[in-house]
Structure formats: structure tokens, C-alpha cells
Antibody, heavy 118, light 111 residues
């Protein structure tokens, strides 16, 4: 069974750094794009960006470029998104997702809640 | 601002049919048959309902159907049920560097 298992909820202060993870299983990790979607409180889903683990080709939605870093560790089939300096506006649920061959999301993680508050 | 335009909300009564539109450009919806639709209930992971414009994954009710005309894709839900109340998102492959674009989402209320 194809699964994406995300790391647990985080509570951080503004200015702190954070890296959340998404562990893939049940398929060849390097064969599919994997990425992240944000849902801020009361808002819709927002595409953040994706990475192809095979060659680390990374594509960001322009509004997220420079705000987050998406990466992978192929040795442990895990994708990450990280922030160097969190802001209160980063408070959201972050979903990990896998792109199918036909560029639709066929697998979703359960979401990681990130709360940034002083 | 989302790349694909969806109505913010739609509503219908149980048993009725509703259609949600998703308008893009020739660089995404109109240019490729890679439109997909997702259902999202609060607190749960989104679920794909339709992919490649009109295909349904196994296990998805045939009450959900998709179509496309020009730069606009549509999701139709027939025989509305209370559990259909959720947020719905469209997505498409795009020729831009981001590869995929999402719509802003449509809140479906079952009256």
C-alpha cells in the first residue's frame, strides 16, 4: 500500500526554524514527484511546491519561492519542507502529497499542524 | 491569487445535481487533459474524485463526473447527499515551471 506518513504537530515561536517530514512507502520513491500543500486556518488548499526525488528538480509556486525549502533524503524515502525563520502567518496544516504519472495527486498524507505563536 | 478560477460557493438540496466550474487558460486546463478534482472534508486529507478530466478512481461514486470544454472544466455531482458537503478543488497540469496549478476551492453546501 502506498502511504505518506507525516511528522507530528509542531508549536514554535516566531523566528524559530522548523523542518517537517513526509515518509513515503509502498512505491519507488525516486519515480514520482512529491510535494507540499498548505491550508491556513479558514482558507483553501494552496500548492506550495514539488520535488522529483530522482534528481532533486524542485518547482515552487512563486509565492513560496524563498519562503520555504523543499528537499528529500533518498536514502530514507523522505521529503521535507523547512523554514529558516517562522512567522505567525506560517500557522497552517501542511499536507504532503504524491503526483501520479498524469499530474494529479493520487496520495495524500494526513497533514501536519504547525502553530507559530509567541 | 489562484491560477484556476472556481466559484467560492455552490449549494443544492439532497437529490439534486450541481456543477462546479474551473476556468483556466490554454496553458493549463485548455491545453492538456490533466484536470483533476478533489474533495476535502475539514480535518481530513483531501481525496481525488476525478483525474484526466473525466476518469474516476476505483471506489469513487459514479455520482461524480467530470468534463471539459475549452479552458473550463466542470465537476458535476448528481443525487446530492448530505455527506457531499465539503470543499472541492480543481487542479491541472500547466506548461509553466510549477507543473501543477490549483483552483481556489468551492464550498458545497447541501441544504
Amino acid at each position: 500500500e502506498v502511504q505518506l506518513v507525516q511528522s507530528g504537530a509542531e508549536v514554535k515561536k516566531p523566528g524559530e526554524s522548523l523542518k517537517i517530514s513526509c515518509k513515503a512507502s509502498g512505491y519507488i520513491f525516486t519515480s514520482h514527484w512529491i510535494g507540499w500543500v498548505r491550508q491556513m486556518p479558514g482558507e483553501g488548499l494552496e500548492w506550495m511546491g514539488i520535488i522529483f526525488p530522482g534528481d532533486s528538480d524542485t518547482r515552487y509556486r512563486p509565492s513560496f519561492q524563498g519562503q520555504v525549502t523543499i528537499s528529500v533524503d533518498k536514502s530514507i524515502d523522505t521529503a521535507y519542507v523547512q523554514w529558516s525563520s517562522l512567522m505567525a502567518s506560517d500557522t497552517a496544516v501542511y499536507y504532503c502529497m504524491r503526483l501520479s504519472t498524469y499530474y494529479y495527486v493520487d496520495v495524500w498524507g494526513k497533514g501536519t499542524t504547525v502553530t507559530v505563536s509567541s | 491569487q489562484s491560477a484556476l478560477t472556481q466559484p467560492a460557493s455552490v449549494s443544492g438540496s439532497p437529490g439534486q445535481s450541481i456543477t462546479i466550474s474551473c476556468t483556466g487558460t490554454s496553458s493549463d486546463v485548455g491545453g492538456y487533459n490533466s484536470v483533476s478534482w478533489y474533495q476535502h472534508h475539514p480535518g481530513k486529507a483531501p481525496k481525488v474524485l476525478i483525474y484526466t478530466v473525466s476518469d474516476r478512481p476505483s471506489g469513487v461514486s459514479n455520482r461524480f463526473s467530470g468534463s471539459k470544454s475549452g479552458n473550463t472544466a466542470s465537476l458535476t455531482i448528481s443525487g446530492l447527499q448530505a455527506e457531499d458537503e465539503a470543499d472541492y478543488y480543481c487542479s491541472s497540469y500547466t506548461s509553466s515551471s510549477t507543473l501543477v496549478v490549483f483552483g481556489g476551492g468551492t464550498k458545497l453546501t447541501v441544504l
